[in-house]
């Protein structure tokens, strides 16, 4: 098990390390695997060491574990560095989570807008709840992910309960293609509108946009 000192070594929390060894901690740190070695290289914004891991273990740079702690820790330059050693943006975990859906449920905002700019994708789903990162930010209450991924969005149950009517009626109009919808949102509300919707087509946004497709 490892001490207080070598997690926040591993971690990349250099304060907290010399916080804990002014303290009378324990500077002793335990061999690790190359795995974790290069996610602490990353953690830690040692390039060095984390291309060395690289050239000695190539999979490393596919295996998401180091983004992912990147966006736990919402530490935007080692998301940064990981993703410059070749991590693609979209790994996933094996319940097909992304880094994206991790920053997300722990309120990274500044990897979460990082990944972002990268051209993370927002609306991709993982596989346990059919998900996606606007889902997290939703269930975990997180505002102001919520804030940076909602206009990127087309999660349509997480828009309706977030009453964001006006991203909303833009994802119906481009998937339905209805200039009469286009104009008759200004002029109601959300119930209104998925009434609406539920006439025109025989079917809610859930059964004709869950598959990614307008009804026949």
């Known amino acids: 098990k490892r001490s207080l000192f070598e997690e926040a070594i ?3 929390c250099a304060q907290i390390a010399g916080l804990l060894r002014q303290h009378g901690a324990t500077t002793v740190l335990e061999p690790i695997d190359e795995d974790a070695a290069y996610v ?3 953690l830690t914004g040692d390039r060095t060491t984390a291309a060395a891991l690289l050239e000695r273990k190539p999979a490393l740079r596919i295996a998401p574990a180091a983004l992912f702690a990147a966006a736990r820790a919402n530490n935007v330059k080692a998301a940064e560095l990981v993703l410059d050693l070749g991590t693609p943006i979209q790994v996933q975990d094996e319940q097909q989570q992304t880094a994206l859906h991790v920053a997300s449920a722990g309120d990274a905002r500044a990897v979460v807008a990082l990944l972002l700019s990268r051209g993370a994708d927002p609306n991709v789903r993982e596989r346990q709840w059919h998900a996606t990162p606007l889902g997290y930010a939703v269930h975990h209450g997180r505002e102001a992910i919520i804030e940076l991924l909602a206009p990127v969005s087309t999660d349509v ?3 309706v309960f977030l009453g ?3 991203r909303l009626a833009r994802q119906l109009a481009q998937r339905f293609g209805s200039s009469k919808l286009r104009r008759s949102v200004c002029t109601v509300d959300v119930d209104q509108w998925l009434r609406a919707v539920k006439r025109r087509f025989g079917a809610g ?3 004709c946009l869950s598959c990614g497709r307008a009804p026949a």
Request: with cysteine; net charge neutral.
């Open 164 to 166: 964001r009517i006006d």
């Open 205 to 207: 946004p859930r059964d």
């Open 40 to 42: 602490s290289a990353c």
């Open 157 to 159: 149950w997480d828009l």
């Open 10 to 12: 591993r971690s990349g």
